[in-house]
Nanobody, 123 residues
Framework: QVQLVESGGGLVQAGGSLRLSCAAS????????LGWFRQAPGKGREFVAGISWSGGRTKYGYFANGRDTISRDTAQNTVYLQLNKLTPEDTAVYYCAARWGTISLNRDEYDFWGQGTQVTVSS
């Protein structure tokens, strides 16, 4: 059974940074893509960034491109999301997700989800 456990969220001032972690377990993730999504109150779940487990290829959502960084440590079975220059608009629950195959921006194409970690940015 695949398990994804996020951590690293919290309260941060505008302009600050956070590093989120997603500990993955339950299988070998070779051939999988891991993604980060976020959901703000009253909004849909949107793609932040994704990474292919085997080759490390990455994709970013439009707001994250050039600002945030996704990475993975295959030895630790962990995916990271470095959030930089945070603004109150980044306040959301951040979720880790996994799917077999290539990175997808579509949340409906992910099979496994973590419970989420709250990120709150104060102005």
């Amino acid at each position: 059974q695949v398990q994804l456990v996020e951590s690293g969220g919290g309260l941060v001032q505008a302009g600050g940074s956070l590093r989120l972690s997603c500990a993955a377990s339950g299988r070998t993730f070779s051939g999988y893509a891991l993604g980060w999504f976020r959901q703000a109150p009253g909004k849909g779940r949107e793609f932040v960034a994704g990474i292919s487990w085997s080759g490390g290829r990455t994709k970013y959502g439009y707001f994250a491109n050039g600002r945030d960084t996704i990475s993975r440590d295959t030895a630790q079975n962990t995916v990271y999301l470095q959030l930089n220059k945070l603004t109150p608009e980044d306040t959301a629950v951040y979720y880790c997700a996994a799917r077999w195959g290539t990175i997808s921006l579509n949340r409906d194409e992910y099979d496994f989800w973590g419970q989420g970690t709250q990120v709150t940015v104060s102005s």
